[in-house]
């Protein structure tokens, strides 16, 4: 067990405050069958957020002016107790957790002051607008408790919480039955990987309790894992393909299964296909669920489990693959996607491969550095492009776009700042130097299998994601506009509560890479400041690289983002009769693309139709019908009921010398028996 630590009960407070306006806002809604007013509902569910980011900014400071070990504990209650083992209801912040809150709460506060203005037309008679910030709230206190929780347990609380927050925000719009299934797929998807996730923590807690030190909380894990270090497991017959063949270490699997669930959340090949269809929701629960929050939360979880995964080679190399090859996957399906909000959410399936890419070759402090500057930038992305389907009343399909600088110059501003940050211009944005932190990591795997593979894909996706980011820029804000002449006639920028969060954004966006930037290109010692604030709370080893490979390496990555700018630049602007030409010369290839490669088609045909003709003919028709209700329930009520009418009836004939000669008989019975 760790030594004592530093206690604080404000920590508590930052996932309790929006719990606790959710409650309020349910109870009136599902009890009482009463409405706030509006204002009541943006005080009460913005102000509990607000509360927490300053409560976070608190704790944060607390936590950078203590000497030592930084860390501070909040121990609420025993959730848990048996024998030695007993796990806390317990909130930890250390670096990891600060960061990770401090920018939860802060951009999830711009979304919700974003909201205001965004669902200020929700009229409907379900109480939609009260609510919606009550399922947002929820989503808060879910994301909250899983970055600030102790131990596994509570963490995997607050990671169920988040899937049934998207579910219910998702499908928000629930009269849409396209919504509801959108909904629902993404909660099923999700459960596929968190039952792997929850074998990885029965995995961990067994070899630890088979090794006399049964843990569950972050830290006693950390400090018991020696005892597991050196186990391996045998592999079935069917698994001696896999390399490493046949025994395999334990921390290797229990690596394997953890990262099943941060696949399913953090929507990865092949659990990726829910995210895309999230866009049902309302857009800010797509700037929540995208940018700062639920898909990120794989990608935390496996920097808090890194003293794992520092002893697992083999898991650390599948999440490094798997990163890469989800992140230019979704790359060039971005390419053909004509819905503004489709390109957005195809964006940060690439975007979350980089940063598993770099939590694969050992680079955590990376992984998280681009995860806070992707919050930043994506979010923008997402609320502004929310600003334009307001403006173009409802309309996200870019074919029906076109020329709206001209219309909406403010929020072609904020979204073309977004789009700069993304794609990674040098000293501009803060994209730059979080990827350029991303390709150096690849570039110096050395430890990884086919290392320089992944550098290559990261830097080809680089250049890809510059060309769709720009082209779909380039579709809505340049050229002639293409929607109809009575929705032109009413396009104009949104109102000053949708638009001041997008500006705050956009300042984040631009300057936020500049929490962390190396040192080759902000030459002030010790500039990597977030990389050094986080480095107690992880494990990897610090990189040594000579400036000059540094600027080599970082002008290969320009010049091909470059290359990306120009190409969209010439096919959008300066000949956008071209794409189509393209398209049609590509025939087949570009229909595949265009639709997403057929995954949900394939999916839909090899899994889904077929699981469920099994459940329709075999369980519902087979054993639910015929053998459960047919043969047991209705099948025994006719054997008791013809053995009734056919046999006991006869017995009941109403003469006294029957009922006589029966009892002589059961008598002479019994008496047998006895004496036998």
Avoid at 46 to 74: K, N, P, Q, W, Y
Avoid at 474 to 487: L, Y
Wanted: charged fraction near 15%; glycine fraction near 10%; hydrophobic fraction near 55%.
């Amino acid at each position: 067990m760790v030594g004592e630590l530093t206690e604080s009960q404000l920590l508590r407070w930052i996932p309790l405050l929006p719990l606790m306006a959710a409650a309020v806002h349910g109870v009136l809604l599902g009890v009482v069958r009463r409405s706030l007013p509006r204002g009541l509902v943006i005080v009460l569910s913005c102000g509990a957020v607000l509360v927490s980011f300053l409560i976070s900014f608190v704790v944060l400071i607390e936590l950078t002016a203590m000497e030592g070990e930084r860390v501070l504990i909040d121990n609420v209650y025993t959730w848990i107790g048996a024998g030695r083992f007993s796990a806390e209801v317990a909130f930890l912040l250390d670096p990891l957790s600060a960061a990770m809150s401090l920018m939860v709460t802060g951009v999830g506060l711009l979304i919700h002051i974003y909201s205001i203005g965004y669902m200020d037309e929700d009229h409907r008679e379900d109480k939609g607008f009260q609510r919606f910030f009550c399922f947002m709230n929820l989503f808060m206190f879910a994301m909250l408790t899983l970055v600030l929780a102790d131990n596994l347990l509570l963490m995997f609380l607050g990671w169920e919480g988040v899937g049934l927050c998207s579910y219910l925000l998702i499908g928000f719009w629930y009269a849409d039955r396209f919504n509801a299934y959108c909904g629902s797929k993404a909660f099923i998807v999700n459960r596929i990987g968190d039952f792997g996730f929850l074998v990885g923590i029965f995995l961990l807690f067994w070899a630890l309790a088979d090794a006399g030190q049964a843990a569950i909380a972050f830290r006693d894990v950390e400090a018991s894992l020696g005892a597991i270090v050196e186990r391996t497991v045998t592999l079935p017959a069917w698994l001696q393909f896999l390399p490493g063949a046949p025994e395999w270490r334990l921390t290797t699997v229990i690596g394997i299964c953890l990262f099943v669930g941060a696949v399913g959340k953090s929507a990865q090949i092949p659990l990726y296909v829910w995210l895309p269809d999230a866009m049902a929701g309302p857009t800010p629960v797509s700037a929540l669920i995208h940018a700062a929050t639920m898909v990120t939360a794989g990608v935390y979880m496996v920097c808090r489990m890194s003293f794992l995964y520092a002893e697992a080679p083999g898991a650390s190399a599948l999440i490094a693959w798997t990163g890469a090859i989800t992140a230019i996957f979704a790359a060039t399906i971005a390419i053909a996607q004509t819905d503004i909000k489709k390109v957005l959410a195809y964006s940060t399936v690439s975007q979350l491969g980089y940063m598993f890419l770099a939590a694969g070759v050992g680079a955590y402090s990376a992984a998280i550095f681009h995860l806070v500057t992707h919050a930043f930038f994506k979010a923008l992305l997402f609320l502004g492009s929310g600003a334009v389907i307001l403006a173009m009343h409802h309309e996200q399909n870019t074919d029906k776009m076109g020329g709206l600088r001209k219309y909406i110059p403010r929020t072609h501003l904020v979204f073309g700042i977004g789009v700069v940050a993304i794609a990674g211009l040098p000293y501009i944005a803060s994209g730059f130097f979080s990827k350029d932190e991303i390709l150096l990591s690849a570039y110096l795997a050395h430890h990884v299998p086919g290392y320089m593979a992944l550098y290559a894909i990261g830097v080809l996706t680089a250049g890809i994601t510059a060309f769709y980011m720009f082209r779909v820029h380039f579709r809505t804000f340049f050229g002639e506009c293409r929607a109809p002449d009575e929705v032109r006639a009413h396009i104009h920028d949104p109102k000053n509560v949708v638009l001041v969060p997008l500006y705050v954004l956009a300042f984040l966006a631009i300057f936020g890479g500049y929490l962390g930037p190396s040192e080759a290109f902000v030459p002030i010692p010790d500039a990597n400041s977030l990389g050094n604030f986080l480095l107690p709370a992880l494990t990897q080893e610090a990189h040594h690289v000579a400036h000059s490979t540094e600027y080599a390496l970082a002008g290969l990555a320009t010049g091909i983002i470059l290359v990306g700018i120009l190409l969209a630049y010439l096919l959008y602007v300066r000949k956008p009769e071209l794409p189509g030409r393209i398209a049609s010369s590509l025939g087949g290839f570009s229909r595949a693309v265009a639709n997403k490669y057929y995954v949900d088609e394939i999916y839909d045909a090899v899994i889904v139709r077929p699981l469920v003709a099994i459940s329709d003919v075999v369980l519902y028709r087979g054993i639910d019908a015929t053998v459960i209700d047919d043969i047991g329930a209705n099948g025994s009520a006719k054997a008791v009921r013809s053995l009734a009418s056919n046999v006991f009836k006869y017995l009941q004939s109403g003469l006294a010398q029957g009922y006589l000669f029966l009892m002589v008989v059961g008598t002479l019975a019994i008496i047998g028996y006895l004496t036998w």
